[in-house]
């Protein structure tokens, strides 16, 4: 049985030591088909790019016994070695324009080492990266390779602060456009990042940089489809469920077979096959969040939202849409596209149950600043949705709001805001794992909420209103007088519960709860 590549990115490790290795010598064998190329990559984070920039390096080193047994191994000359300039933004956090200027330092001086190549200038200076690839060419005879490992992770390091962002993203774009100033010298660049920023913004002058992010040649160049899956670790995960891990895990799309994030499949195995938020966990989306916050983002537009060509594709720092920025790091991902009048548009939502799960607990966290009670009040809400107990889902769903800081509602005027008690609820079910329907459409319009489990559906009507107390229940109304549940009648053994919730905006809690079942 073959070791786990747990944390290991270097493509010599891997190999040397016989790991699992998924082969990816296919995309990179199309890559350096032409004589030249200039090539930019977007995916999440921990989903292999580093592995294949790494892959591209031995590949161009002529490093001919790592890929013995490659689908490359015998398409490839071998004889003549290309210089290769390597940096890497991934290490560490950037913390302003000195800290940068630093990095960029230690990368030149590092790759003048390894081409044993002197810029005859001071390493911050952008004169200096221009020379070595000159240089470079001039000493090998070949024309150079240029791999840039997270480009953007400076930028995104700051994210939260635009002004800051912007200092660093325009150092980053004079950087760069030395690779414009020195195309003739340049046999293949490879860019690798989270975010797409406009090439206006950052790549000004780089107009041949071709992007494959949703170039469907090479939609699984990272990550593991799920023929890799149960191919490469059929040993490991014997007995495994695997409608249950393709569930959790599998569904990331860029234009061709599902995939899985490598990072979750390989910590799945190596903690006993435990279903966790192994990838999830490794960075939470807490710039977002506030961002959902401040602007009173409706949550439930997550799911479903429709996007073109231009939202996927890139974003500014000065304008930042949350729709971009959750596809570009993983958290929405392409279930559907179509073409109409020559527009590509994309129905987005989670991948899996994983991030679906975790970034609605993280939005519940986020909107409401429950800290500490949120995994209880998750906890007790099973058993009262599983079971049908409308009473205790009252008290509960009433529990949860009580339970929200005074602060949080003075910031922004939330209290009147009733989008902002779906997103809470929508947060709060989605979260402990069932199907949510948001806007759930019928032949009457359309409802706030469904909730579906095994046994029970959940039909819910939301409205807010000024006073502490009303007569009646207008929310409950609306939904008996309009049938909504009529597309679920006639379903076997569920019983469905239409459940009217009024919320006061100066109580800022539910004051009226009616059923019907």
């Known amino acids: 049985m073959k070791a786990l590549p747990i944390g290991i990115q270097t493509f010599a490790d891997i190999r040397g030591d016989d790991y699992v290795y998924i082969d990816k010598t296919p995309h990179a064998y199309a890559l350096t088909r032409n004589s030249k190329g200039f090539y930019f990559l977007s995916r999440p984070r921990r989903f292999g790019k580093s592995l294949f920039l790494d892959t591209l390096h031995q590949l161009f080193a002529c490093r001919r016994e790592l890929f013995e047994g490659l689908f490359i191994q015998d398409k490839w000359d071998w004889s003549k070695p290309y210089p290769v300039i390597r940096i890497s933004f991934g290490g560490g956090v950037i913390a302003d324009r000195a800290d940068l200027l630093g990095m960029i330092a230690e990368q030149m001086r590092r790759n003048s080492e390894d081409l044993n190549i002197d810029c005859g200038r001071a390493f911050t200076d952008r004169a200096c990266f221009s020379e070595l690839i000159r240089l470079a060419h001039q000493h090998y005879g070949r024309q150079v390779v240029v791999l840039v490992d997270e480009y953007d992770k400076p930028i995104l390091d700051q994210i939260e602060k635009p002004e800051l962002a912007a200092d660093i993203r325009d150092l980053l774009k004079d950087f760069y456009s030395v690779i414009k100033d020195s195309e003739q010298h340049i046999r293949l660049v490879f860019l690798t990042g989270v975010s797409k920023f406009s090439k206006v913004s950052l790549f000004s002058g780089l107009n041949n940089l071709q992007d494959l992010t949703l170039n469907t040649d090479y939609a699984t160049v990272c990550g593991y489809t799920h023929a890799d899956i149960k191919t490469h670790f059929v040993e490991h995960l014997q007995g495994v469920d695997y409608d249950q891990l393709r569930d959790w895990y599998n569904g990331y799309q860029w234009l061709g077979d599902p995939l899985y994030n490598p990072f979750d499949i390989l910590l799945f195995i190596s903690n006993n096959r435990m279903y966790r938020s192994y ?78 799960v975790a970034l609605n607990n993280q939005c519940f966290i986020g909107y409401t600043q429950i800290l500490t009670q949120g995994p209880t009040l998750q906890r007790s809400a099973l058993p009262l949705l599983l079971n049908g107990d409308l009473e205790g889902l009252h008290k509960h769903i009433r529990r949860i709001f009580a339970a929200i800081p005074y602060r949080n509602f003075t910031a922004i005027d939330l209290p009147h805001y009733e989008g902002y008690y779906a997103s809470v609820l929508y947060a709060f079910f989605a979260s402990l794992g069932f199907e949510v329907i948001p806007e759930d459409v019928t032949n009457h319009g359309q409802v706030d909420l469904t909730i579906k489990t095994e046994a029970h559906i959940y039909i819910l009507e939301i409205k807010v209103v000024d006073q502490q107390t009303i007569t009646g229940n207008p929310a409950l109304e609306q939904l008996l007088e309009r049938d909504y549940a009529e597309k679920y009648r006639g379903l076997t053994a569920v019983t469905i519960h239409q459940i009217g919730m009024v919320f006061s905006s100066e109580t800022r809690n539910v004051i009226a709860f009616t059923s019907k079942t």
């Open 279 to 356: 990838w999830f966990e490794t960075g939470s989306p807490s710039f977002l969040i506030k961002l959902f916050r401040k602007n009173k983002y409706f949550l439930p537009e997550l799911k479903g939202v429709i996007a073109n060509d231009d939202l996927l594709s890139s974003f500014d720092i000065e304008h930042i849409n949350p729709v971009t920025l959750l596809f570009q790091t993983g958290y929405l991902t392409i279930k559907h596209y179509e073409a109409q009048a020559g527009n590509l548009y994309f129905e987005l939502d989670t991948p899996n149950r994983e991030v679906r």
